[in-house]
């Protein structure tokens, strides 16, 4: 053999083997491959046990479906109390020396601007006669030798001034007219309704914070079992190099269709519940000769509340599997 030849054998063993470099394209290729794997194959798996699957998902949309009703009780008492004609009034009291001409243009001039609803004139004769015909007032106005009632105006916000801030602007720009001689707001109602509807929505936050707690736990556990039947499996997959993101990604997938099944029965429960209460609420609205209509889920609330449930599924499985994987290594 020649020296030159001699040489170049030398050189190739002191370098050693070269390691093989698999593209960065043939790597995204097998780990989207591998996500579809795992996606379909633990669908499967959850089919071949339909019990255990359905009884996993039910807790999940119970769960589910409890604040969701309260959310949308809520909504509904909200929309009734919005359509009831009890909504904030200010009582605007004028001087009783005020000209009916001045009065009209007063009452057109409320009637124009965009923070009032409606506006309603109350002459002192109106007064007079509504308050004899309340009983035990009719004998003493008969004593009073002439009308100390004052004509009034009621006013009606629009919806967009029914809050406290909005009818105390509204009140003090009223007051503001050398017609008006105090101003009387009716702020209790609405006080009391927007507490009722923030403490009702404060209910909902835990109740929803506490069950989708449960539903954590819950299915946190089904993985777990999971985990612990595919003990072997798993040792055997880490024998023979694979990561722990191979082994968790098809628990992930799992945890991700029960939230998923669970999110999709909650929707059908929310829904049958929807529909045997509407016909009676329909009924009695219009025994109350309403045209109120109990309101549920939309389609965006619908798909949120899939989403929701199947992010929950996910996160409880990331939990579940991040425990206790770790624990599971090849003696």
Known sequence: MSPAKNASKDLANQRGAVQSQTPFGQKFKSWRQHHRISAVSSLLRLLGMPLQTIMTSLVVAIALALPTTLFIAINNVQSLGDSWD???????YLHTRAREAAIEGFQKELSDRADVKSVEYISPKEALASFQTMAGFGNALDLLEQNPLPPTLVVTPSAQAATPAGLVALGQSMSKSALVESVDMDMDWVRRLREIMVLGKKIVTILASLLGLGVLLALGNSIRLAIESRRDEIVIVKLVGGTNGFVRRPFLYTGAWYGFFGGALAVLLVEL?????????????AAYQSSFALAGLSLFDNLSLLAVSTFLGLFSAWLAVGKHLNEIEPT
């Open 86 to 92: 009890a909504s904030p009034k200010i009582s605007v």
């Open 273 to 285: 519940g929807h529909q045997s209460l509407a016909e009676s609420v329909a009924s009695l609205a």
